[in-house]
C-alpha cells in the first residue's frame, strides 16, 4: 500500500504519527519496508527516533527482525541508554519472555526509580498475564505518585470495568472530570458507566452527564443518543408522577430532534433511507408516549 | 440443533475488522436471513454489522447500535442472529461476560443464534484458516459446534481473506465507533461487500 509514497511523503506520515501519538503499526512497518529503510541516511538525526517509532510498530506486528535491528542501532549509538532498555524489554514482553522482561524494568527502576514508563510497563506485564486485580493494585499504587498522569486513570477504569466493578471505574473519571472539567469525552464515559450500572438514580446522572456532554460539544454524537436513551428510559419507568414523565419525554424528544438534524445535514439520502434512523427514533418516541 | 454457517461476506468483514483493530477488542452482530419457516434445519449468515473498538463493556451505545440494525434488519428481512468478539489479549480467545451477556440476550430473540470467538494469533493474512470458533447456546451453556463446512468453501474463504488483507481492505471497513465519530461512515460497508463480491 506504501510502494506508490514519495521518501518525504512517508517521512511526513511518520512524523504525524509521533507527534499524534497514532498507532497505525502495519502501516508504519509498511512505510519503513517499502520507502524509508534503504534511504534512510537521509533522515540525518530523526533517524532515531524512527527507529524507536519502528521498532515498537515493529512489535506490534510480530516482526521481531525489525526491532531486533532497531534496537541494536539504538543501543550502539546510545549505548545503555533507559530509553532503548526499555525497547529491549518490550521485546522480551511480545515474545512472551515475561520474567526477562520484568527484570530489565526492575534494572532501570534501580538506577531512576521515577521511571514512569518502566513502571507502566510492569503493569502491562500483569495486563497481559491476565492478573487483573494485580494490575489495579499496582496503578492505584502508581497513580498516588503520579496523580496527573490521565492516561493511566483512563487504563485504571477500564480495568476496573474488566471487572464489572463499576463504581470505583465511575470513580476514577470523576477524578477525570476534577482534573479536566471542560472534556466533553470524560463526561460521555461517566455518564456511560453510570447508564450500564442501570437503576433510576444511576440512569438520572447518566442523564445529567450526557447533558453536560452535549453542551461541551454540541456534535458529540454518543452524548447524544446516550442523552436520548437515557431520558427516554427515565420517561417510560418513571415513577415520579406525570410531571416528571412530561420532562423527560421532553428531553429525549430534543436530543432526537438534533440526531436527526445531524443524519439529514451530513449522510447521503440514500444511506439514510436505508438505515432507517428516522424510523427507530420515531418509534421508540411513540413506546414511551404510549407507555 | 440447527446448522451454522457463515458466508463468504461476514466472514471476510469479521476477520477484517479484527485485523483493523489488532490492539484492541472488537465485536460485531451476524445477519442471517429471517425464515418465519420454524421448520429450518440450518442457518446461514448472510452477512455482519462491525460494531465497537473501544469500550466493548458499556451497554448504552450497543443499545444505540442494536436498536438501529434491528430497523435496518425488519426492512430488508433479516434478522440478528449471531455475535462475534476478538478480545484485546492477544492470546485470550475465550468467551468472556461480555461475549456471554450479549449472545445471550440475541439467543433470547434468535433460538439457534451463534458466537464467534476469534482467535487473535490467526488474523494475519498467511495464517488465516479456522480463525474463529462458533458456540451455540445448550442447555448447559455455551459450547462449540464442529465446523463441518465443506472444504471447498473454507479455502475459498481463506484465499479471499488473503487478497483483502495483502491489498489492506481492513482501512476501508467502518464500524459503528467509526460511524457515531462521523455519521458518513457506513456501518453497511457497501464497497467493501463488491470488493468481497469480486474477490470470487
Given at each position: 500500500?506504501?510502494?506508490?509514497m514519495?521518501?518525504?511523503?512517508a517521512r511526513?506520515?511518520?512524523?504525524?504519527?509521533?507527534?499524534?501519538?497514532t498507532?497505525?503499526?502495519?502501516?508504519?512497518?509498511?512505510?519503513?519496508?517499502?520507502v524509508?529503510m534503504?534511504k534512510?541516511?537521509?533522515?540525518?538525526?530523526?533517524?532515531?527516533?524512527?527507529?524507536?517509532?519502528?521498532?515498537?510498530?515493529?512489535l506490534d506486528?510480530?516482526?521481531?527482525?525489525i526491532?531486533?535491528?532497531?534496537?541494536?542501532?539504538l543501543?550502539?549509538?546510545?549505548?545503555?541508554?533507559?530509553?532503548?532498555?526499555?525497547?529491549?524489554?518490550?521485546?522480551?514482553?511480545a515474545q512472551?519472555?515475561?520474567?526477562?522482561?520484568?527484570?530489565?524494568?526492575?534494572?532501570?527502576?534501580?538506577?531512576d526509580?521515577?521511571?514512569?514508563?518502566?513502571?507502566?510497563?510492569q503493569?502491562?506485564?500483569?495486563?497481559?498475564?491476565?492478573?487483573t486485580?494485580e494490575?489495579?493494585?499496582?496503578?492505584?499504587?502508581?497513580?498516588?505518585?503520579?496523580m496527573?498522569?490521565?492516561?493511566a486513570?483512563?487504563e485504571?477504569?477500564?480495568?476496573?470495568?474488566?471487572?464489572?466493578?463499576?463504581?470505583?471505574?465511575a470513580?476514577?473519571?470523576?477524578?477525570?472530570?476534577m482534573?479536566n472539567?471542560?472534556n466533553?469525552?470524560?463526561?460521555?464515559k461517566?455518564?456511560?458507566i453510570r447508564?450500564?450500572?442501570g437503576?433510576?438514580?444511576n440512569?438520572?446522572?447518566a442523564?445529567?452527564?450526557?447533558?453536560?456532554?452535549?453542551?461541551?460539544?454540541?456534535?458529540?454524537?454518543?452524548?447524544?443518543?446516550?442523552?436520548?436513551l437515557?431520558?427516554?428510559?427515565?420517561?417510560?419507568?418513571?415513577?415520579?408522577?406525570?410531571?416528571?414523565?412530561?420532562?423527560?419525554?421532553?428531553?429525549?424528544?430534543?436530543?432526537?430532534?438534533?440526531?436527526?438534524?445531524?443524519?439529514?445535514?451530513?449522510?447521503?439520502e440514500?444511506?439514510l433511507?436505508?438505515?432507517?434512523?428516522?424510523?427507530?427514533?420515531?418509534?421508540?418516541?411513540?413506546?414511551?408516549?404510549?407507555? | 440443533m440447527?446448522?451454522t454457517?457463515?458466508?463468504?461476506?461476514?466472514?471476510?468483514?469479521?476477520?477484517?475488522?479484527?485485523?483493523?483493530?489488532?490492539?484492541?477488542?472488537?465485536?460485531?452482530?451476524?445477519?442471517?436471513?429471517?425464515?418465519?419457516?420454524?421448520d429450518?434445519?440450518?442457518?446461514?449468515?448472510?452477512?455482519?454489522?462491525?460494531?465497537?473498538?473501544?469500550?466493548?463493556?458499556?451497554?448504552?451505545?450497543?443499545?444505540?447500535?442494536?436498536?438501529?440494525?434491528?430497523?435496518?434488519?425488519?426492512?430488508?428481512?433479516?434478522?440478528i442472529?449471531?455475535?462475534?468478539q476478538?478480545n484485546e489479549?492477544?492470546?485470550?480467545n475465550e468467551?468472556?461476560?461480555v461475549?456471554?451477556?450479549?449472545?445471550?440476550k440475541?439467543?433470547?430473540?434468535?433460538?439457534?443464534?451463534?458466537?464467534?470467538?476469534?482467535?487473535?494469533?490467526?488474523?494475519?493474512?498467511?495464517?488465516?484458516?479456522q480463525?474463529?470458533?462458533?458456540y451455540?447456546?445448550?442447555?448447559?451453556?455455551?459450547?462449540?459446534?464442529?465446523k463441518?463446512?465443506?472444504?471447498?468453501?473454507?479455502i475459498?474463504?481463506?484465499?479471499?481473506?488473503?487478497?483483502?488483507?495483502?491489498?489492506?481492505a481492513?482501512?476501508?471497513l467502518?464500524?459503528f465507533?467509526?460511524?457515531l465519530n462521523?455519521?458518513?461512515?457506513?456501518?453497511?460497508?457497501?464497497?467493501?461487500?463488491?470488493?468481497i463480491?469480486?474477490?470470487?
Open positions: 500500500m506504501a510502494q506508490q514519495s521518501f518525504d511523503e511526513n506520515i511518520l512524523k504525524k504519527f509521533r507527534d499524534e501519538q498507532r497505525d503499526s502495519d502501516l508504519v512497518v509498511s512505510l519503513w519496508e517499502e524509508i534503504d534512510c541516511h537521509r533522515l540525518g538525526d530523526e533517524v532515531w527516533l524512527v527507529y524507536e517509532q519502528v521498532c515498537t510498530a515493529a506486528c510480530q516482526k521481531f527482525d526491532a531486533e535491528d532497531c534496537i541494536s542501532l543501543d550502539q549509538k546510545f549505548h545503555r541508554s533507559l530509553r532503548v532498555r526499555r525497547l529491549q524489554g518490550m521485546m522480551y514482553e512472551s519472555e515475561y520474567e526477562k522482561a520484568e527484570e530489565e524494568y526492575k534494572n532501570i527502576l534501580k538506577i526509580e521515577t521511571n514512569m514508563y518502566a513502571r507502566k510497563r503493569i502491562a506485564i500483569l495486563k497481559a498475564r491476565q492478573k486485580s494490575a489495579i493494585q499496582r496503578l492505584n499504587e502508581y497513580l498516588k505518585e503520579f496527573t498522569d490521565y492516561e486513570w483512563n485504571l477504569c477500564d480495568l476496573y470495568l474488566n471487572q464489572h466493578d463499576y463504581n470505583n471505574a470513580f476514577c473519571l470523576e477524578e477525570l472530570i482534573s472539567p471542560h466533553h469525552l470524560f463526561h460521555q461517566y455518564a456511560e447508564y450500564t450500572q437503576g433510576s438514580e440512569m438520572e446522572l442523564r445529567t452527564y450526557f447533558a453536560q456532554a452535549v453542551k461541551l460539544n454540541t456534535n458529540n454524537l454518543r452524548a447524544l443518543y446516550g442523552l436520548f437515557s431520558a427516554s428510559n427515565l420517561g417510560s419507568s418513571s415513577s415520579k408522577g406525570a410531571k416528571d414523565k412530561q420532562m423527560n419525554l421532553k428531553y429525549a424528544s430534543w436530543a432526537a430532534e438534533q440526531i436527526q438534524i445531524k443524519y439529514k445535514t451530513q449522510q447521503p440514500s444511506q433511507k436505508d438505515t432507517k434512523v428516522r424510523e427507530f427514533l420515531e418509534k421508540h418516541l411513540d413506546s414511551i408516549q404510549t407507555s | 440447527a446448522d454457517s457463515v458466508s463468504l461476506q461476514a466472514h471476510c468483514k469479521v476477520l477484517l475488522h479484527a485485523a483493523k483493530y489488532p490492539h484492541s477488542a472488537v465485536n460485531g452482530v451476524l445477519l442471517a436471513e429471517d425464515s418465519k419457516n420454524k429450518t434445519k440450518s442457518h446461514r449468515c448472510v452477512d455482519c454489522i462491525p460494531l465497537f473498538h473501544v469500550s466493548l463493556g458499556l451497554s448504552p451505545m450497543l443499545e444505540v447500535a442494536l436498536l438501529q440494525i434491528d430497523a435496518y434488519c425488519k426492512s430488508k428481512g433479516l434478522v442472529a449471531g455475535y462475534y476478538a489479549n492477544y492470546n485470550d468467551m468472556n461476560h461475549a456471554r451477556t450479549i449472545g445471550r440475541i439467543q433470547e430473540n434468535f433460538h439457534d443464534a451463534c458466537v464467534l470467538m476469534i482467535d487473535n494469533r490467526k488474523v494475519a493474512a498467511e495464517t488465516v484458516s480463525a474463529y470458533k462458533i451455540t447456546f445448550k442447555e448447559t451453556g455455551w459450547g462449540t459446534i464442529e463441518k463446512g465443506n472444504t471447498e468453501e473454507e475459498l474463504k481463506e484465499e479471499c481473506v488473503y487478497a483483502l488483507m495483502k491489498s489492506g481492513q482501512r476501508q467502518k464500524d465507533d467509526n460511524h462521523d455519521v458518513r461512515n457506513d456501518w453497511r460497508n457497501l464497497e467493501l461487500n463488491d470488493m463480491a469480486r474477490c470470487t
